[in-house]
Protein backbone atom coordinates (compact mmCIF):
# COMPACT_ATOMS: atom_id res chain seq x y z
CA UNK A 1 0.00 0.00 0.00
CA UNK A 2 2.80 2.12 0.83
CA UNK A 3 4.57 1.22 -2.47
CA UNK A 4 1.90 2.17 -4.28
CA UNK A 5 1.13 5.70 -2.54
CA UNK A 6 4.43 6.98 -2.90
CA UNK A 7 4.10 5.69 -7.03
CA UNK A 8 1.12 7.82 -7.28
CA UNK A 9 3.05 10.78 -5.38
CA UNK A 10 5.82 10.34 -7.96
CA UNK A 11 3.22 10.11 -10.99
CA UNK A 12 1.49 13.09 -9.46
CA UNK A 13 4.80 15.50 -9.39
CA UNK A 14 5.39 14.51 -12.77
CA UNK A 15 2.20 15.17 -14.35
CA UNK A 16 2.54 18.27 -12.56
CA UNK A 17 6.32 19.08 -13.64
CA UNK A 18 5.32 17.94 -17.11
CA UNK A 19 2.12 19.92 -17.62
CA UNK A 20 4.18 22.98 -17.13
CA UNK A 21 6.66 21.79 -19.36
CA UNK A 22 4.23 21.04 -22.16
CA UNK A 23 2.29 24.21 -21.49
CA UNK A 24 5.50 26.16 -22.30
CA UNK A 25 6.46 24.55 -25.16
CA UNK A 26 3.39 24.95 -26.91
CA UNK A 27 3.37 28.06 -25.56
CA UNK A 28 6.61 28.83 -27.74
CA UNK A 29 5.87 27.18 -30.85
CA UNK A 30 2.34 29.21 -30.47
CA UNK A 31 4.36 32.58 -30.02
CA UNK A 32 7.05 31.77 -32.66
CA UNK A 33 4.32 31.55 -35.62
CA UNK A 34 2.67 34.70 -34.15
CA UNK A 35 5.92 36.71 -33.93
CA UNK A 36 7.79 36.04 -36.43
CA UNK A 37 10.48 38.78 -35.69
CA UNK A 38 13.71 38.92 -33.20
CA UNK A 39 12.03 39.89 -30.19
CA UNK A 40 9.07 36.70 -31.37
CA UNK A 41 11.96 34.52 -31.50
CA UNK A 42 14.07 35.32 -28.38
CA UNK A 43 10.61 35.45 -25.76
CA UNK A 44 9.81 31.73 -27.92
CA UNK A 45 13.15 30.92 -26.69
CA UNK A 46 12.93 31.63 -23.29
CA UNK A 47 9.88 29.77 -23.28
CA UNK A 48 11.32 26.86 -24.74
CA UNK A 49 14.21 26.62 -22.38
CA UNK A 50 11.94 26.90 -19.41
CA UNK A 51 10.02 24.23 -20.90
CA UNK A 52 13.02 21.79 -21.05
CA UNK A 53 13.95 22.92 -17.50
CA UNK A 54 10.55 21.58 -16.09
CA UNK A 55 10.97 18.34 -18.12
CA UNK A 56 14.08 17.61 -16.84
CA UNK A 57 13.35 18.68 -13.34
CA UNK A 58 10.09 16.51 -13.85
CA UNK A 59 12.52 13.21 -14.28
CA UNK A 60 14.38 14.29 -12.41
CA UNK A 61 12.97 15.02 -9.02
CA UNK A 62 10.53 11.75 -9.65
CA UNK A 63 13.55 9.30 -10.29
CA UNK A 64 12.45 8.64 -13.74
CA UNK A 65 15.57 9.57 -14.94
CA UNK A 66 16.70 6.11 -14.42
CA UNK A 67 14.94 4.99 -17.56
CA UNK A 68 15.88 7.75 -19.78
CA UNK A 69 19.17 9.08 -18.40
CA UNK A 70 19.85 11.71 -21.51
CA UNK A 71 17.28 13.96 -20.83
CA UNK A 72 18.66 14.83 -17.25
CA UNK A 73 20.70 17.68 -18.07
CA UNK A 74 19.63 18.68 -21.81
CA UNK A 75 18.43 21.73 -20.38
CA UNK A 76 21.69 23.51 -18.96
CA UNK A 77 23.36 24.72 -22.97
CA UNK A 78 19.73 26.00 -23.43
CA UNK A 79 18.87 27.88 -19.96
CA UNK A 80 22.33 29.41 -20.28
CA UNK A 81 21.90 31.02 -23.18
CA UNK A 82 18.41 31.92 -22.16
CA UNK A 83 19.27 34.11 -19.81
CA UNK A 84 21.85 35.79 -21.74
CA UNK A 85 19.12 36.59 -24.24
CA UNK A 86 16.29 37.37 -21.51
CA UNK A 87 18.52 40.56 -20.38
CA UNK A 88 17.89 41.72 -24.17
CA UNK A 89 14.71 41.01 -23.88
CA UNK A 90 14.07 43.39 -21.05
CA UNK A 91 15.98 45.87 -22.69
CA UNK A 92 13.28 45.76 -26.07
CA UNK A 93 10.36 45.64 -23.75
CA UNK A 94 11.25 48.26 -21.28
CA UNK A 95 13.79 50.54 -23.44
CA UNK A 96 12.48 50.08 -26.96
CA UNK A 97 15.94 48.65 -27.89
CA UNK A 98 16.17 46.79 -30.95
CA UNK A 99 17.31 42.96 -30.30
CA UNK A 100 21.39 42.52 -31.91
CA UNK A 101 22.41 38.80 -30.69
CA UNK A 102 26.46 38.48 -31.11
CA UNK A 103 28.97 35.89 -31.12
CA UNK A 104 29.72 36.35 -27.42
CA UNK A 105 26.17 36.06 -26.11
CA UNK A 106 26.54 31.91 -26.96
CA UNK A 107 29.75 31.87 -24.86
CA UNK A 108 28.02 30.29 -21.40
CA UNK A 109 25.83 27.75 -23.38
CA UNK A 110 28.82 26.82 -25.42
CA UNK A 111 31.16 26.29 -22.54
CA UNK A 112 28.45 24.32 -20.77
CA UNK A 113 28.37 22.07 -23.56
CA UNK A 114 31.92 21.52 -23.58
CA UNK A 115 31.95 20.75 -19.83
CA UNK A 116 28.85 18.13 -20.89
CA UNK A 117 30.56 16.25 -23.34
CA UNK A 118 31.72 13.79 -20.77
CA UNK A 119 28.50 13.10 -19.56
CA UNK A 120 26.38 12.10 -22.88
CA UNK A 121 29.20 10.39 -24.30
CA UNK A 122 29.10 7.67 -21.54
CA UNK A 123 26.49 4.82 -22.07
CA UNK A 124 22.77 4.98 -19.95
CA UNK A 125 24.62 2.64 -17.06
CA UNK A 126 27.54 5.26 -16.81
CA UNK A 127 25.17 8.46 -17.17
CA UNK A 128 23.26 7.01 -13.86
CA UNK A 129 26.40 6.03 -12.11
CA UNK A 130 27.64 9.87 -12.61
CA UNK A 131 23.80 10.83 -11.26
CA UNK A 132 23.82 8.96 -8.65
CA UNK A 133 26.76 9.90 -7.04
CA UNK A 134 27.09 13.72 -8.04
CA UNK A 135 28.30 14.97 -4.63
CA UNK A 136 30.77 12.27 -4.19
CA UNK A 137 32.88 12.95 -7.47
CA UNK A 138 34.79 15.70 -8.93
CA UNK A 139 32.65 15.34 -12.47
CA UNK A 140 29.74 14.82 -10.59
CA UNK A 141 30.32 18.62 -8.49
CA UNK A 142 31.01 20.14 -12.05
CA UNK A 143 27.64 19.01 -13.18
CA UNK A 144 25.77 20.51 -9.90
CA UNK A 145 27.81 23.74 -10.01
CA UNK A 146 26.29 23.82 -13.88
CA UNK A 147 22.67 23.38 -12.56
CA UNK A 148 23.38 25.87 -9.92
CA UNK A 149 24.87 28.33 -12.74
CA UNK A 150 21.85 28.65 -14.99
CA UNK A 151 19.75 30.00 -11.58
CA UNK A 152 22.56 32.53 -10.92
CA UNK A 153 23.04 33.39 -14.55
CA UNK A 154 19.10 34.08 -14.43
CA UNK A 155 19.58 36.12 -11.23
CA UNK A 156 22.50 38.26 -12.93
CA UNK A 157 20.72 39.06 -15.59
CA UNK A 158 17.61 40.30 -14.42
CA UNK A 159 19.60 41.68 -11.44
CA UNK A 160 22.28 43.61 -13.08
CA UNK A 161 18.94 45.54 -15.39
CA UNK A 162 17.00 46.33 -12.59
CA UNK A 163 20.48 47.92 -10.82
CA UNK A 164 21.35 49.56 -14.14
CA UNK A 165 17.78 50.81 -15.45
CA UNK A 166 14.93 49.97 -12.93
CA UNK A 167 16.42 51.69 -9.71
CA UNK A 168 17.88 55.03 -10.88
CA UNK A 169 15.26 55.58 -13.24
CA UNK A 170 11.53 54.11 -12.64
CA UNK A 171 9.90 56.24 -10.00
CA UNK A 172 8.16 54.81 -7.06
CA UNK A 173 4.83 56.11 -7.81
CA UNK A 174 5.02 53.80 -10.70
CA UNK A 175 4.86 50.51 -8.14
CA UNK A 176 1.74 51.94 -5.92
CA UNK A 177 -0.96 51.85 -9.34
CA UNK A 178 -3.05 49.17 -10.15
CA UNK A 179 -1.78 48.12 -12.87
CA UNK A 180 1.24 47.49 -10.69
CA UNK A 181 -0.31 44.75 -8.45
CA UNK A 182 -0.71 41.91 -10.71
CA UNK A 183 3.46 42.42 -12.36
CA UNK A 184 5.04 42.99 -8.52
CA UNK A 185 3.57 39.64 -7.55
CA UNK A 186 4.71 38.10 -10.93
CA UNK A 187 8.00 39.37 -10.18
CA UNK A 188 8.17 38.75 -6.01
CA UNK A 189 7.67 35.12 -7.13
CA UNK A 190 10.45 34.88 -9.82
CA UNK A 191 12.62 36.02 -7.19
CA UNK A 192 11.41 33.61 -4.34
CA UNK A 193 11.59 30.63 -6.72
CA UNK A 194 15.36 31.40 -7.87
CA UNK A 195 16.08 32.28 -4.44
CA UNK A 196 14.71 28.89 -3.49
CA UNK A 197 16.64 26.73 -5.99
CA UNK A 198 20.24 28.91 -4.96
CA UNK A 199 19.92 27.67 -1.46
CA UNK A 200 18.92 24.27 -2.11
CA UNK A 201 21.67 24.24 -4.26
CA UNK A 202 24.05 25.94 -1.83
CA UNK A 203 23.49 24.57 0.75
CA UNK A 204 22.43 21.44 -0.25
CA UNK A 205 18.49 20.95 1.09
CA UNK A 206 16.44 18.93 -1.48
CA UNK A 207 13.29 20.47 -0.38
CA UNK A 208 13.91 23.97 -1.22
CA UNK A 209 15.59 22.62 -4.69
CA UNK A 210 11.91 20.52 -4.77
CA UNK A 211 9.74 23.53 -3.89
CA UNK A 212 11.48 25.84 -6.55
CA UNK A 213 11.11 23.27 -9.33
CA UNK A 214 7.19 22.82 -8.46
CA UNK A 215 7.07 26.41 -8.04
CA UNK A 216 7.69 27.42 -11.75
CA UNK A 217 4.54 25.95 -13.79
CA UNK A 218 2.84 28.40 -11.16
CA UNK A 219 4.94 31.00 -12.86
CA UNK A 220 4.00 30.42 -16.07
CA UNK A 221 0.59 29.63 -15.55
CA UNK A 222 0.03 32.99 -13.63
CA UNK A 223 2.02 35.05 -16.19
CA UNK A 224 0.15 33.66 -18.86
CA UNK A 225 -3.14 34.19 -17.71
CA UNK A 226 -2.26 37.42 -16.21
CA UNK A 227 0.15 38.85 -19.17
CA UNK A 228 -2.59 41.42 -20.52
CA UNK A 229 -2.43 42.98 -16.81
CA UNK A 230 1.55 43.27 -17.33
CA UNK A 231 1.21 45.30 -20.46
CA UNK A 232 -0.01 48.40 -18.43
CA UNK A 233 2.59 48.74 -16.21
CA UNK A 234 5.66 47.59 -18.80
CA UNK A 235 4.61 50.63 -20.70
CA UNK A 236 4.90 52.81 -16.99
CA UNK A 237 7.81 51.80 -16.16
CA UNK A 238 8.94 52.35 -19.97
CA UNK A 239 8.04 56.03 -19.55
CA UNK A 240 9.53 56.51 -16.82
CA UNK A 241 12.92 55.10 -17.71
CA UNK A 242 12.75 56.91 -20.59
CA UNK A 243 11.17 60.23 -18.89
CA UNK A 244 14.13 60.23 -16.30
CA UNK A 245 16.96 59.61 -18.86
CA UNK A 246 15.75 62.12 -21.20
CA UNK A 247 15.05 64.56 -18.42
CA UNK A 248 18.20 66.65 -18.47
CA UNK A 249 19.57 65.43 -22.37
CA UNK A 250 18.55 67.42 -25.32
CA UNK A 251 18.34 66.37 -29.13
CA UNK A 252 21.51 67.46 -31.33
CA UNK A 253 21.86 67.92 -35.03
CA UNK A 254 18.25 67.48 -35.37
CA UNK A 255 15.27 69.64 -35.74
CA UNK A 256 11.95 69.17 -33.69
CA UNK A 257 10.25 70.66 -36.91
CA UNK A 258 12.31 67.97 -38.86
CA UNK A 259 10.66 65.23 -37.30
CA UNK A 260 7.48 66.10 -36.93
CA UNK A 261 7.50 66.67 -40.96
CA UNK A 262 8.91 63.18 -41.14
CA UNK A 263 6.61 61.61 -38.63
CA UNK A 264 3.27 63.40 -40.17
CA UNK A 265 4.07 62.68 -43.58
CA UNK A 266 4.44 58.31 -42.04
CA UNK A 267 1.52 58.66 -40.09
CA UNK A 268 -0.19 59.84 -43.60
CA UNK A 269 1.44 56.64 -45.22
CA UNK A 270 -0.49 55.11 -42.22
CA UNK A 271 2.98 52.57 -41.19
CA UNK A 272 1.29 52.49 -38.03
CA UNK A 273 -0.89 49.62 -39.41
CA UNK A 274 2.03 47.35 -39.65
CA UNK A 275 1.66 44.77 -36.24
CA UNK A 276 5.68 44.78 -36.77
CA UNK A 277 6.63 48.46 -36.21
CA UNK A 278 9.34 49.21 -33.45
CA UNK A 279 11.08 52.36 -32.09
CA UNK A 280 13.89 51.55 -34.15
CA UNK A 281 12.01 50.56 -37.95
CA UNK A 282 10.26 54.33 -36.77
CA UNK A 283 13.60 55.94 -36.46
CA UNK A 284 15.08 54.55 -39.91
CA UNK A 285 12.23 55.49 -41.94
CA UNK A 286 12.42 58.71 -40.28
CA UNK A 287 16.29 59.26 -40.95
CA UNK A 288 16.89 59.81 -37.28
CA UNK A 289 18.24 57.32 -34.69
CA UNK A 290 16.22 54.82 -32.07
CA UNK A 291 17.45 57.05 -28.82
CA UNK A 292 16.49 60.61 -30.78
CA UNK A 293 12.90 59.67 -31.50
CA UNK A 294 12.71 58.19 -28.03
CA UNK A 295 13.53 61.36 -26.47
CA UNK A 296 11.45 63.33 -29.14
CA UNK A 297 8.37 61.66 -28.29
CA UNK A 298 8.62 62.01 -24.80
CA UNK A 299 9.98 65.89 -24.88
CA UNK A 300 7.11 66.21 -27.52
CA UNK A 301 4.02 64.26 -26.12
CA UNK A 302 5.43 62.85 -22.62
CA UNK A 303 4.67 59.80 -23.49
CA UNK A 304 6.72 56.58 -25.60
CA UNK A 305 6.48 55.48 -28.80
CA UNK A 306 4.20 53.06 -28.51
CA UNK A 307 1.56 55.18 -27.10
CA UNK A 308 2.49 57.72 -30.18
CA UNK A 309 1.52 54.57 -32.42
CA UNK A 310 -1.56 53.12 -30.36
CA UNK A 311 -3.40 56.52 -30.70
CA UNK A 312 -2.80 56.53 -34.51
CA UNK A 313 -4.56 52.73 -34.36
CA UNK A 314 -7.36 53.96 -32.19
CA UNK A 315 -8.41 56.70 -34.70
CA UNK A 316 -7.99 54.57 -37.62
CA UNK A 317 -9.99 51.67 -36.15
CA UNK A 318 -12.68 54.13 -34.96
CA UNK A 319 -13.37 55.26 -38.31
CA UNK A 320 -13.25 51.71 -39.33
CA UNK A 321 -15.64 50.80 -37.07
CA UNK A 322 -18.26 53.01 -37.85
CA UNK A 323 -17.65 53.26 -41.76
CA UNK A 324 -17.29 49.12 -42.27
CA UNK A 325 -20.24 47.79 -39.96
CA UNK A 326 -19.92 44.52 -41.43
CA UNK A 327 -16.64 43.80 -40.64
CA UNK A 328 -15.90 42.00 -36.98
CA UNK A 329 -13.60 43.66 -34.46
CA UNK A 330 -10.93 40.92 -34.86
CA UNK A 331 -10.49 42.01 -38.60
CA UNK A 332 -9.91 45.59 -37.67
CA UNK A 333 -7.62 45.13 -35.30
CA UNK A 334 -5.65 43.25 -37.17
CA UNK A 335 -6.23 45.83 -39.74
CA UNK A 336 -4.77 48.65 -37.81
CA UNK A 337 -1.73 46.63 -36.43
CA UNK A 338 -2.86 45.18 -32.77
CA UNK A 339 -1.56 41.40 -32.61
CA UNK A 340 -4.40 40.38 -30.46
CA UNK A 341 -8.09 41.03 -30.04
CA UNK A 342 -7.63 41.43 -25.99
CA UNK A 343 -4.89 43.70 -26.29
CA UNK A 344 -6.79 45.72 -29.45
CA UNK A 345 -9.61 45.88 -26.57
CA UNK A 346 -7.83 47.50 -23.96
CA UNK A 347 -5.91 50.05 -25.40
CA UNK A 348 -9.49 50.68 -27.07
CA UNK A 349 -10.76 50.91 -23.79
CA UNK A 350 -7.94 53.08 -22.08
CA UNK A 351 -8.06 55.67 -25.12
CA UNK A 352 -11.56 56.19 -26.02
CA UNK A 353 -13.62 55.21 -22.58
CA UNK A 354 -15.22 52.49 -24.17
CA UNK A 355 -14.82 49.12 -25.90
CA UNK A 356 -15.00 48.41 -29.61
CA UNK A 357 -18.77 47.24 -29.43
CA UNK A 358 -20.18 49.52 -27.24
CA UNK A 359 -18.55 52.39 -29.53
CA UNK A 360 -19.84 50.57 -32.14
CA UNK A 361 -23.73 50.47 -30.45
CA UNK A 362 -23.45 53.72 -29.17
CA UNK A 363 -22.59 55.44 -32.65
CA UNK A 364 -25.86 53.85 -34.05
CA UNK A 365 -27.51 55.06 -31.58
CA UNK A 366 -26.66 59.00 -32.03
Known amino acids: METTSLSLTLLLEFLWMGSG ?32 WLLTGAFMFTGFHQYLPSIALIHIPFVFLSSTLLYLYLEYLFLEKPIQIRIYHFIPAIVSVIFLIPYFLESNVGKLEILNHLNKTEYGSVLVGLNFGIKISILLSVGIFLIKEWIPNVRLSVFFTKKAVYSLIFILLIWIDLLLGSIGFTFQFPFFRKLSAYLLPVLMYFYYFTRELWAPFVSDVRDSIQRNKYEKSKLVSVQLETIDQRLYELMREKVFCDEDLSLSR ?19 YGFGFYQYINQYRIDEAKRLLLESEERSILSIADSVGFNSKSTFNRVFLETVGSTPSEFRKQSKLT
Open 21 to 52: SVFCLIWSFSNLIRNRNVHGFVWSFVLFSTGL
Open 282 to 300: LAEMAEVKPGQLSEYFHKR
